[in-house]
């Protein structure tokens, strides 16, 4: 029982301290919150946040707690209650950890921003949802988390509101994580009918869910976590700041729709389709993000597919009915990914707003630090073994190599992460190595406590975070400790083939003739002629469509048919009906004149 009010206390402390900077003004209208102030309270509630982590470890208790009810219906209730268990008590340290360093980092990055406290105070609230999301015990709790993350992102891509295409990006995201939450709206009122309550204390059922539930689930994971599909909005939303795309793409609203999908495993584990279509689905989106990545030469985007491959890499996770190796790499993922965008990030600013790693090159001259770090990130995320990466990465393909599903989906997880280290390695060579590329510009630093310090940071959780996290979380399922060594070896064989064949990529790019155009590249740099055919072709053939229905169906039909025209068309008809009666002869008068006569005689 102690154990369980220190858990719960210190949990409650930590959002305190994260809600402070948000509600003082409120309060205190005259109280001023600087950038500088709300990275410290994120760094204390960091500090205090590892107090019920360690106890959690230690005492392995699981809690919900119930602070209030709201009785929406007679025999519907919806709680107020958090549930710290494994998840919880592991990402919220983790959250506010890279949180701590992309604010630290923020400071630097944005120094010339006029609203800088308001970024940062939506820099909190993005967060605050974040942590809501993650340990809510209820879906109601869950989904305005849910929303506040989708909003803060809206506001947060859309920052430099002056640029058009940053507009665009915000809407771009809305609109498809709109197109993603008519699925969980739909699995709430599923769980509202059938269930009648939205607790997320979902036993296994023995009976099979339905579908449209799990569809819904799916759906909405897909939009929020940019499967394929729903996925545009991902790259797109690099118009934002870079901090912005560090945050979104690490510890909040990427990993929202996963993370739902593994708090509602309950009701997927029994149902093999939707584990199939979560399979095929992780397994499409990870081939197809990494083949996108492999001609981009916007140092931000593919750093941005990157992410989308690896969220296809947790959503195949979800299909082989492993939640908690699919949390394991949202964590682990966590740490590389916002070092990649804090270094991509350093670089863009240093070299004054470059962003083409074509006109980069022998950085690691002069910036030895950042580019250092950058390589440990691109190392990561390969899976090179005994980094952050290989702790996730290696089991999810060893789970895959032993599972009798979808070979299909073997196959292109497989290529998925040949193709990771061929970007990965592609990016490093082009931004560090041979002779500088760059602009006259004006001397570069990066000696700022507020640059290096948040990005060696995240550099030393890079290196050891994924062997704690993998050493304090007890597996549900015992995978088989025997398989064949080639199978064994399988990721970094892979990982192998692709570091050769990106360095024969690089050799071939010596060449100062201008490559041939081929179906493969164009498929690549044009990312699958899927914005073309989905923003441009579509639309353009929906809208002429209409046109026609409006202006040949519809008016022709109403004026031509049934307006005036018709019943002017309706009188000359009749009339030429009755010209034969007024032929001017007098024998058809004299016969209308008796026919006239008889038929009155016979009505008398």
């Known amino acids: 029982m102690e154990v369980t009010l220190l858990l719960n206390t210190m949990t409650l402390i930590t959002l305190m301290m994260l809600t402070t900077p948000i509600i003082l003004p409120f309060l205190l209208p005259h109280y001023k919150t600087l950038p500088a102030t709300i990275t ?11 107090i019920p982590s360690t106890i959690y470890t230690l005492s392995n208790t699981n809690t919900i707690t119930t602070y209030w009810h709201w009785n929406f219906l007679t025999n519907f209730k919806i709680p107020l209650s958090f549930k ?42 993005f967060l605050v949802a974040m942590i809501t999301l993650t340990i809510s015990n209820n879906m109601f709790m869950l989904f305005i988390g849910w929303e506040v993350v989708g909003i803060m992102s809206f506001l947060l891509i859309g920052w430099w509101h002056g640029r058009a295409d940053a507009n665009t990006a915000a809407l771009q995201a809305v609109i498809y994580n709109r197109m993603g939450d008519i699925g969980l709206i739909i699995s709430l009122a599923w769980l509202a009918t059938s269930t009648n309550t939205w607790d997320l204390q979902l036993p296994p059922h023995n009976n099979q869910t339905p579908m449209l539930p799990l569809l819904g689930l799916i759906i909405a994971a897909t939009g929020k976590s940019a499967q394929f599909g729903l996925h545009p909005w991902l790259p797109a939303a690099m118009e934002g700041p870079t901090p912005v795309s560090a945050l979104l793409h690490s510890s909040t609203m990427v990993v929202a729709g996963i993370f739902l999908l593994i708090r509602t495993h309950p009701l997927l584990s029994n149902n093999s389709t939707a584990l199939t279509i979560c399979l095929c689905l992780g397994a499409l989106s990870s081939m197809f993000a990494a083949t996108c990545a492999l001609t981009q030469n916007d140092i931000k985007k593919i750093i941005a597919f990157s992410t989308s491959s690896q969220l296809g890499l947790m959503m195949v996770t979800i299909g082989l009915d492993l939640p908690q190796l699919a949390f394991l790499h949202i964590s682990t993922h966590a740490f590389f990914k916002a070092m990649l965008f804090l270094c991509s990030g350093s670089i863009i600013h240093n070299l004054a707003g470059e962003q083409d790693i074509r006109k980069m090159g022998g950085l690691q001259n002069l910036l030895p630090t950042t580019t250092s770090c950058l390589t440990i990130g691109n190392l990561a995320l390969m899976g090179s073994p005994f980094l952050a990466g290989f702790y996730s990465k290696d089991l999810i393909i060893e789970s895959l190599n032993n599972s009798y599903l979808n070979s299909w989906a073997l196959l292109l997880t497989l290529l998925a992460t040949s193709f990771t280290a061929m970007y990965s390695l ?25 640059l290096y310090n948040p990005i060696t940071r995240l550099a030393l959780g890079s290196i050891i975070t994924g062997l704690i996290i993998s050493s304090n979380m007890i597996p549900i399922k015992t995978p088989p400790m025997t398989m064949p060594t080639l199978t064994k070896m399988a990721a970094m064989l892979v990982t192998i083939i692709g570091i ?13 003739t201008h490559p041939k155009q081929n179906h493969f590249s164009n498929f690549s740099s044009t990312l699958g002629y899927f914005n073309p055919l989905t923003h441009r072709t579509a639309p353009t053939k929906l809208l002429t469509s209409g046109q026609k229905i409006a ?7 109403w004026y031509k ?20 009666l007024h032929s001017g002869l007098i024998k058809t008068y004299l016969g209308s004149f008796a026919l006239s006569i008889i038929f009155m005689l016979l009505l008398t």
């Open 84 to 125: 710290l268990d494994q998840y919880s008590m592991t990402f919220l340290p983790i959250a506010l950890f890279v949180t701590w360093s992309i604010m630290q980092f923020a400071t630097w990055y944005m120094a010339s921003e006029l609203h800088i406290t308001k970024f940062f105070i939506l820099l909190l609230m």
């Open 500 to 512: 050769t064949m990106a360095l024969e990529m690089l050799n071939l790019t010596h060449n100062f």
């Open 551 to 557: 202006s040949h169906l519809i008016d022709l039909y």
């Open 426 to 450: 592609r990016m490093t060579i082009l931004v560090q190595t041979g002779f500088c590329r760059i602009m006259p510009i004006a001397p570069v630093n990066e000696n700022t406590p507020t």
């Open 561 to 580: 048919k049934l307006g005036p025209e018709g019943l002017a068309n309706l009188q000359m008809i009749y009339s030429k009906s009755l010209t034969p």
């Open 40 to 50: 410290s309270y994120v760094k204390s509630a960091f500090i205090i946040s590892l």
